[in-house]
């Protein structure tokens, strides 16, 4: 794993991000995916320099994930080692069902609750948009 993965892993495992089961490295069909919530049936994967030259790859895999029915959430690794309150609040509030977000980068206002789904509010990103 890499050092954001690694970072990722500590606030997934053990149900600590609003009691939801993650599952790391996990096959799903051909893939093998960075993290996965099987009950929610969202995929996160952490992305490191090399994804920027195979976007067609990373498009087809997120393509056949989805198909599957899982929704992919796609990070870079500095956006996980730098804004990691953030990254955690897009996950949680994607479990939640409040948003379909494709990156964090917005002002993180409200608080993280780890153990409970206390983050509520407005949804921060519109539809689609990717900052």
């Known amino acids: 794993m890499t050092n ?5 892993w500590q606030h997934l ?5 609003g009691g939801y089961k993650f599952r790391r490295q996990r096959p799903v069909g051909p893939y093998i995916v960075d993290f ?3 009950e929610k049936k969202l995929v996160i994967e952490v992305d490191g320099g090399q994804h920027a030259g195979q976007v067609e790859l990373d ?6 994930l989805e198909e599957k029915g899982y929704r992919v959430l796609r990070f870079w690794n500095n956006e996980v080692l730098k804004e990691t309150e953030s990254v955690l609040t897009v996950i949680l509030l994607s479990l939640d069902g409040n948003i379909t977000p494709l990156s964090p980068s917005f002002p ?4 993280l609750s780890r153990k409970g789904r206390g983050v509520g509010g407005a949804n921060p990103l519109p539809q689609g948009e990717r900052g």
């Open 4 to 8: 954001a993965e690694r970072l990722l």
């Open 13 to 17: 495992r053990n149900r600590e991000l």
């Open 36 to 38: 996965v919530c099987l």
């Open 59 to 64: 498009a087809k895999r997120s393509g056949y």
């Open 108 to 111: 993180l206002t409200p608080a």
